[in-house]
């Protein structure tokens, strides 16, 4: 004989093992989308920064490899074809074959020591001098370049990348680019366990 009482705990015990199953079952889901999302993102800044620092280095790196020197173009007399912050790229020439619409990185010494990228106007191989203008300037350039102070002519630029290049070359600029690509990558591991945890957790489900 079955008694009433034996069957309400078989009812008590059905629905136990029900929750304990839905429990079970809720322990094993992932959290969410949240968790993924945030990894994405955190892999997606690292890799950013990693990629404006390693393109700020090689900016300046590979170009020496090829036997050019760059320079930081500080003021805005040759805007708008070179822009301020533009990285210029020099080889060295002949100063007598350089030509009319040649830009010329040079030193001025009445003007102090740092390298002047302005465009040539003329060239007279007979007194060894060059005259020169910024593009963005009225009047030329008061002092003719002489043949001795011409570094280099431009065969290339890189707008608006130069100072975020050239503060990488100092002893503190190496450092900062250090500690940039170190937390780029932690960025990146960081993003890269998140997005993975719920890939381990749906692996989960499944089995």
Not at 34 to 44: A, L, Q, V, Y
Not at 138 to 165: C, L
Request: glycine residues 10%; charged residues 20%.
């Amino acid at each position: 004989m079955i008694r009433i009482v034996d069957i309400a705990g078989a009812i008590d015990m059905s629905r136990v093992e029900r929750n304990t199953s839905i429990y079970e079952e809720n322990k094993t889901k992932p959290s969410g989308g949240g968790m993924k999302t945030t990894g994405r993102i955190m892999h997606g800044a690292g890799i950013i920064l990693m990629s404006i620092v390693v393109a700020a280095c090689l900016t300046l790196a590979i170009p020496k490899l090829v036997g050019y020197d760059g320079y930081v173009v500080v003021s805005g007399s040759m805007e708008p074809n070179i822009p301020v912050g533009s990285i210029v790229y020099s080889e060295k020439t002949d100063p007598a074959l350089l030509r009319t619409g040649d830009v010329i990185v040079f030193v001025d010494e009445l003007r102090g020591t740092t390298p002047i990228t302005h465009r040539v106007v003329s060239n007279n191989p007979f007194t060894g001098t060059i005259i020169t203008k910024g593009d963005a300037n009225e009047n030329q350039d008061v002092n003719p370049v002489t043949y001795d102070s011409v570094i280099g002519k431009v065969v290339n630029h890189v707008p608006r990348i130069g100072f975020t290049a050239a503060m990488f070359t100092s002893k503190l600029g190496k450092l900062i680019a250090a500690l940039i690509l170190l937390e780029a990558w932690l960025l990146m591991e960081v993003g890269r366990r998140l997005k993975g945890t719920d890939r381990g957790s749906e692996k989960q489900i499944e089995s």
